[in-house]
DNA sequence: TATGAATGAGAATTCATTCAT
DNA sequence: AATGAATGAATTCTCATTCAT
């Protein structure tokens, strides 16, 4: 399940990441200062990636894993699913605050970047070995909820994990955009939310 | 209101406009794909534009506003809440199969590309003037469905675009994973959202 | 003698000559600025001139003409030879510390730009016209003056007027430099210089 | 007081002179056609230049170091003064007639192209290295020739540096314009201009 | 294995010149 | 005659990638 990572292998990840949360373009990221900040050669980067494409596209992908990792975990901690989806909210914001590279990631394979080529082929690789993208960890969330329950069907199952999946990342677009950034008022619109999404899967079981 | 567009400035944004819907990557475009695409010459577009950024983000910025100009002159046809929103869902399953531009935007708005930087200073420069991004064209239609009934706090207000926003973009993300892409299902699936929707804005009138 | 000029023609030579006084090089000078300096259209100055590179160089040209112009008429003025030399002096000094053109102007004949091919040529056609370069100023001047007198071979003569010509430049040049810009100091270089260049005169038509 | 130079650097200055020489246009030199005469790649002139005009003035600078280095050492193998002007003048027509670049320095730097910015702060940088411009070396020579003969003030100095300076340029520029080509008249020439700066110099020394 | 100097294809941008109005 | 919008050839410079050490 855990891949074996190279330690320059990781090295670039990180300076990748780094870079990013330092306000870089993607675009304009080269490989000179990713290689630089990693603190190898150049042509030693080449010696693990065929080009800078496959440098940044994993570099990402290697964070949402460490992200959904993190996530799920959290998530195991907490008892009730008001507590797992408050967990999921609190981590939003935090991303938000910090970098928000999985926003981006997000974003990126949603536009057609020629990075979002690699990053498809690496989520198709990925799912053989067991890893966790956001939507996944959402979905088995749910499946350890509702085992002793009555399951709905796939169908609506596909929409539940899209619902909740968008209404967590338009609460990270909302942070993003500035406003309710006081604790306060950030706290009343995340029990909004949670009890929204909370509201939204009871009605859907109910349906069922 | 409607801003004056020179033609060969138009010429440039549906150049880049279609260059994207045929699937090329904002950040390898070239101004000389998209001045040949335009007809036009290379040089000409240094007449209206400091750079290719402007172009790219002027182009989406043009794209974006007629999309919404055109949402909302649609819902204000229709007559009832649940037509309003079947119209949106119907124009965003069309975004969809075309060309999903808008959907783009919002990612490349969310992402810190470059172009991110024109399209914020863009929005600044265009509220004034009355334009109405995705978002505002919710909560306007919002205001007018509520005005003679109690109008909700600011916050859930607030919340209630969010959350609708929301559910339509989880619509489009839907759509886009290619499932439910046989008229039936996709017709089960939009009353779906829709009645998710209108269940959603009762709750919050009822609650206030 | 007096060549016509056309207005619009004028224009752009005050034009260059305004803009290379205020200090633009020569090579980044573009048709547009100068065009917008002259207040006329940028096609209408290719009724006038086959391009750029003949703008310029006739622009310069223009100057010299009506610098050696001058020079000849104030020369003329004055009575002795010390006199004469003075008030060549001075007028180096007014150049020197305006804009320094016809300085520049030897330069640019010295070196090859692609302008100075212009320049010689125009010289060779003036030269029919009775026009007077800087050099043949010096000469003219000392026929006049000599005239009554036993003339020197023509080799002395070129040497002569090099001779006189190269103490006028380096006096230029002692001013660029910055030194003796008080006037005492300048008034008293000025007479070494104008002392030095009668005697090299009296030497030469006494060795003849 | 040699400053290292890469190899790859002086292949640029070398093929910057050799491609003006050839009478080249400095304003069209083109880095293409540098780098290409270089035999070096276009993107490698970059690592050690900052760009194309560094590169020119670079050249221009290295040598005239060359030629002043050359002039130094071929006047201290000359005994008497006339002998040591001789040389100079010497000097002067062999560069005259090859190539003349130095001649070019010159006017470079009293133009004001963006070249010259450049020129102007290499002349600081490397002043203080101990290098010879033109110049100083004429200072130098005078300083060595006097040493046991009562030293006129400094004012005068400057004066005798500058005339010296000057009769040379002239001399170069009479050789250009194309006449006296033929051996006998140079050498009069020459001898004439050479005696004029002996006696400029006795005449000084005598006043002083 | 690690490196970084060298490379050159390719991109953005400029600007002299043309030509329809 | 006068104009300036349109043009595209030409130029500078960047940067991913290679390869000799």
Redesign the interface.
Known sequence: MNKDYFPKEIAIYQAVIELFEE?A????LTVSEITARAGIGKGTAYEYFSGKEEMIAKAFFYNGEMFCRQLYEGICQEKDLYGKINFVLLMIEQQVSRA?CI??L???M?????LSGWIKELMQQRKLFGEMPAEDVIRKVLHDELKDRAMPSE?KM??LV??I???C???G??L?EG?YMDAE?KG??RE??NR?IC??IE?ILASS
């Open positions: 306000g373009d993607i675009n304009s928000n926003f981006r997000i974003h990126i949603a536009g057609n970047t020629s169908e596909t929409y899209l619902s999946y968008s209404k990342f338009c609460y677009m909302l993003k406003k008022k009343a619109m909004l939310v929204g509201r939204e009605e």
